[in-house]
């Protein structure tokens, strides 16, 4: 296996597989970012087909949440950039612009 590297001579940064390889790859699934539904069908739009408010998310299914279900959309900077209505009415969130460490400091004391 060749190690791939940038022009100044370091290697990138690749994202490691958490499974063995000798399994097959996990199915992906689409979900809604607002109400955790999957599409019955591969989606053909951004938007969600059931509720219309969400945009469609790619994950595995092992990871997908279920319909109704209270998840954060965390980024790479570790920022909550998305949040289900559930999660929004469980917790009472304002804005969905807040640091995911924030929330955890706020709920500590």
């Known amino acids: ?10 290697g990138v940064l690749a994202l ?3 499974e063995p390889l000798h399994r097959s790859p996990a199915e992906r699934v689409h979900f809604c970012g607002h109400c955790g539904r999957q599409p019955d069908e591969a989606p ?17 299914s092992e990871a997908a949440p279920g319909e109704g279900g209270a998840f954060l959309l965390i980024d790479s900077t570790m920022a909550v950039c998305g949040v289900s209505a ?3 009415e469980s917790a009472g969130f304002g804005t969905t612009s807040v640091h995911s460490l924030s929330l955890v400091r706020a709920q500590l004391g």
């Open 44 to 60: 053909d739009s951004r938007v969600c087909p059931s509720c219309g408010l969400g945009l469609l998310l790619e994950t595995t």
């Open 86 to 88: 559930a999660a929004f």
């Open 16 to 18: 490691v597989p958490t």
């Open 1 to 10: 296996m060749t190690q791939r590297v940038t022009r100044s001579g370091r």
